[in-house]
């Protein structure tokens, strides 16, 4: 079965970011190598919420914290209705 797109929770990408040895990054890195991810708007918005968060300093430097949304940011990200959103940021 092949797989065209996925969604990934919050917590993958987090956690992808703290660890490059478990199964959120394992996930994250195949799908951006397989597959589009999709999202929301509201998971943006979450994901640079929960990353501004102070508690992450101390892991992870607000610079590379910053240049991980660029990077893992979904391919396509979708509206309320299932609309794919123009989001700047290519791929």
């Not at 990408?13 to 490059?20: D, E, N, Q, T, V």
């Not at 929960?50 to 991980?68: D, G, H, I, Q, T």
């Not at 660029?70 to 509206?79: M, N, S």
Request: glycine content about 6%; cysteine-free; aromatic content about 6%.
């Amino acid at each position: 079965m092949k797989v065209n797109r996925v969604v990934l929770d919050t917590n993958v990408f987090i956690s992808a970011l703290l660890s490059s040895s478990g199964k959120p990054f394992a996930s994250l890195s195949w799908a951006l190598d397989n597959a589009t991810i999709l999202a929301s708007r509201e998971l943006i918005s979450e994901l640079s919420t929960r990353l501004a968060r102070p508690k992450f300093a101390k892991y992870v430097s607000e610079e590379r914290r910053n240049a991980f949304i660029v990077t893992a940011h979904p391919q396509r990200v979708l509206d309320n209705g299932g609309g794919p959103i123009d989001t700047g940021i290519p791929g």
